[in-house]
């Protein structure tokens, strides 16, 4: 985790730079793609997702090393070979991974969270789930164990093709000539976060689109269809928390509800979207087929606007202060470090939902985070961090203020249509 932490903490300043620059150039072209909280909830998604990661919130069902040791033919040695090799069996792995979260009910509530923006840019990109707490991918990798490609290469090459696919969130890259029969382009990918019926679960391909040429799963951009972005199921929240498992409490919830047993079971298993015939009636959901151009997008004045700059740069200042000395804290630090970052991303975000039990939230929020920082088993912060110590402990006193002062305040806002 050490060494993954420091990967992130080169990257993470990288694609921020990058998303100014796409801000910066639809400023001036007046091809503006990002709207504040749209662009907050993103980059906060991509927050929580690096803290869950890298304090390991996850159980394995099975690994590649366990496949690899049982599975394994032959025995290779690291070569550019086995690393395109290898490469090429990752993004396969992908592709049927991904058709399996578009598919399925229980595994479309671990990538909603990729398709919530209404928007689409490179900071979307970012919006990675933290509800794939049960690591089952592996089983994907079966040909790359049969061929013996090394555990240490997939390691090694699957941040790598993560990374890849940020570059095609973007609305500014037209279509790549005969780059569009061998790679994913930001074109392809416009089609695969659209709503309209042409494009619904299509261009599943994470960097090569022969897979999805192959599998009958291709669809090109059409200039007669215009991308609609977001999910059928409007999301409405900028909370990246509660969007990671919105999809999962509602299938809870209809299991619970349904009078059939075997509905209690098939809930999860059914193609995505299915529900028992007596909860859809109980419990309506709104939905954007018939609407596509309803969009949430409320309206904040600047002092809310603000406050959630102000929450999110020193978040982001204590994710980095985290990732910059991870292997310097204990286990038991790094968790609970992590989980109030959590709490806090959650508390914001919240804020800016305007629930009503949101600026209470922040108050104990406020406690929670100053009880933190001054219990003795932290002192390791005021003795060796004494700039990062005044720091955060002045954050969350402005967050116990902030809550009370939002609790006079009306959250003056509106969905608009656009």
Not at 237 to 261: C, G, K, M
């Amino acid at each position: 985790m050490e060494a993954y932490a420091a990967v992130l903490l080169w990257a993470i300043p990288g694609f921020f730079v990058l998303v100014l620059t796409e801000i910066v150039y639809g400023h001036f072209t007046k091809k503006q793609t990002y709207t504040l909280m749209d662009t907050l909830a993103s980059l906060s998604s991509g927050m929580t997702n690096v803290i869950k990661d890298v304090l390991g919130l996850a159980f394995i069902l099975i690994s590649y090393p366990f496949l690899l040791k049982y599975l394994s033919l032959i025995e290779l040695e690291s070569t550019i070979g086995i690393y395109i090799t290898a490469f090429i069996a990752i993004d396969f792995a992908s592709y049927w991974i991904h058709r399996l979260n578009h598919k399925i009910n229980i595994f479309w509530n671990q990538h909603l969270i990729h398709h919530s923006s209404e928007e689409f840019n490179l900071a979307c990109a970012l919006r990675q789930s933290i509800s794939n707490l049960i690591g089952f991918s592996a089983l994907f990798l079966v040909p790359a164990a049969f061929l013996g490609i090394p555990a240490e290469v997939i390691m090694t090459l699957s941040p790598l093709h993560l990374f890849a696919q940020f570059w095609y969130h973007t609305r500014h890259i037209g279509k790549l000539g005969i780059l569009e029969y061998v790679l994913v382009t930001p074109s392809q990918h416009r089609v695969h976060h659209a709503i309209n019926p042409i494009y619904i679960d299509k261009n599943l391909a994470a960097i090569f689109c022969v897979w999805d040429r192959m599998f009958g799963t291709f669809q090109e951009e059409l200039e007669s269809e215009p991308p609609v972005y977001g999910t059928l199921k409007p999301v409405q929240s900028w909370n990246p928390i509660w969007i990671n498992f919105q999809h999962f409490w509602v299938l809870l919830r209809d299991a619970w509800y349904t009078e059939s047993w075997v509905s209690k079971v098939k809930i999860w298993f059914m193609p995505t979207g299915w529900r028992p015939i007596d909860v859809k009636d109980r419990f309506p959901l709104t939905t954007r087929k018939n609407k596509p151009e309803l969009r949430f997008n409320p309206h904040y004045n600047k002092n809310w606007k603000a406050v959630a700059v102000f929450h999110f740069i020193l978040l982001v200042y204590m994710l980095i202060f985290l990732l910059g000395r991870f292997s310097e804290f204990e286990t038991s630090f790094q968790v609970s470090y992590g989980l109030l970052l959590m709490l806090s991303i959650f508390g914001f975000t919240a804020l800016m939902d305007f629930y009503s039990w949101a600026p209470r939230f922040e108050q104990f929020r406020g406690i929670i985070g100053l009880g933190f920082l001054f219990t003795p088993q932290h002192q390791l912060l005021l003795e060796a961090y004494p700039i990062s110590q005044t720091i955060f402990t002045l954050y969350f006193i402005s967050s116990l203020i902030i809550g009370f002062w939002a609790r006079k305040q009306a959250p003056q806002r509106r969905l608009v249509l656009n």
